[in-house]
């Protein structure tokens, strides 16, 4: 049963930047599909990023594409999502999810587990 905790959120000004981890424990990162997701308060949970291990690729949203990047650290079984140019439409509970289903998943269903987020709150 894999396990997932998340940290680092906070609360920030318009064009910061901050990490995100999602500690993973139970089973090896690499076995799943990784991924971010954020909901926003009234909205539905939304795909902010993943990763495919055995394709070597990690993709994005295309509102965050090129302002957040998906790293990971397999010997402490943790993925990161690293943040910069943060704004405002940027403020929710960020998710950490995993899937062992293959390929560039988005949707929220092809997700089985999931932490209990973390809250990124961008304002001046």
């Known amino acids: 049963q894999l396990q997932l905790v998340e940290s680092g959120g906070g609360l920030v000004q318009p064009g910061d930047s901050l990490m995100l981890s999602c500690a993973a424990s139970?089973?090896?990162?690499?076995?799943?599909?990784m991924a971010w997701f954020r909901q926003a308060p009234g909205k539905a949970r939304e795909f902010v990023g993943g990763?495919?291990?055995?394709?070597?690729?990690?993709y994005y949203s295309d509102s965050v594409k090129g302002r957040f990047t998906m790293s990971s650290d397999a010997a402490k079984n943790t993925v990161y999502l690293q943040m910069t140019n943060l704004k405002p439409e940027d403020t929710a509970l960020y998710y950490c999810?995993?899937?062992?289903?293959?390929?560039?998943?988005?949707?929220?269903?092809?997700?089985?587990?999931w932490g209990q987020g973390t809250q990124v709150t961008v304002s001046s």
């Open positions: 999810a995993a899937s062992p289903l293959r390929g560039l998943l988005r949707e929220v269903a092809d997700f089985g587990s």
């Open positions: 139970g089973r090896t990162i690499k076995m799943y599909i």
């Open positions: 990763s495919n291990w055995s394709l070597g690729a990690t």
